[in-house]
């Protein structure tokens, strides 16, 4: 199933060569899977985000993300072991049962700072329902041997990257003159288990398995 990178265990061992001992190393490679949890966003919103960007676009060579491709990250697992994949979902269909909550997409903004950006992002506007499922997934995940998130959760939608310094004037002109920058609200009831794969034309996202809030 696409791109995989593999984990490899060595064991070294000696064997005897005309006298002369001689190191052996033998690889086992594991084949491994980029993963990721998140919601997904509204066909809605998704569509209004399209237009913002197909509207910012031609204002600055940023690397821009395709609208099918956004959504809220409330976990990255990272690189998993493909071999241990079937562990991922119980653990994740264990988590506390909570109600549907909305949220807003509205405002826009720069990562981490205006001066010098890296990340062009939308704002997310959540309740604390947003940060408990993330928080709680992290703590399941950890659990199971996946690395603890080191920064605080901060929940947004990666509209563009930048790769290296270019001109922002027009594009921050661009944002200057938008109308709103409300993009609409939707309500979430489930989250979603995805593989990431890196392909020539982009990344490529994959669900793997589906989990509601309510069962």
């Known amino acids: 199933m696409g791109f995989r990178l593999f984990f490899s265990l060595q064991v070294r061992g000696y064997s005897s060569e005309n006298g002369y001992g001689k190191e052996i190393i033998t690889a086992f490679p594991f084949p491994t899977m980029r993963l990721f949890t998140a919601i997904d966003i509204s066909t809605a919103v998704k569509s209004n985000l399209e237009t913002l960007v197909g ?45 549907a909550f909305e949220i807003a997409v509205q405002g826009l903004g720069w990562f981490p700072n205006p001066h010098s950006p890296r990340v062009f992002w939308a704002a997310v506007r959540a309740p604390a329902a947003l940060a408990d499922l993330a928080r709680e997934t992290d703590a399941a995940m950890a659990r199971i041997g996946v690395p603890r998130e080191p920064k605080p959760f901060a929940p947004h939608l990666t509209l563009a990257r930048i790769k290296e310094p270019v001109p922002l004037a027009a594009v921050r002109q661009a944002i200057a003159g938008l109308e709103s920058d409300d993009f609409g609200r939707f309500t979430a009831d489930r989250f979603y288990l995805y593989l990431s794969e890196m392909r020539p034309s982009g990344s490529v996202y994959t669900r793997l398995a589906e989990f509601p809030f309510e069962r």
């Open 55 to 99: 509207r910012l676009r031609p204002t600055a060579k940023l690397k821009w993300s395709p609208p099918g491709n956004l959504h809220i990250t409330t976990k990255f697992i990272g690189e998993w072991p493909e071999e241990r994949l079937e562990e991922l979902k119980p653990a994740l269909a264990a988590l506390p049962q909570r109600e």
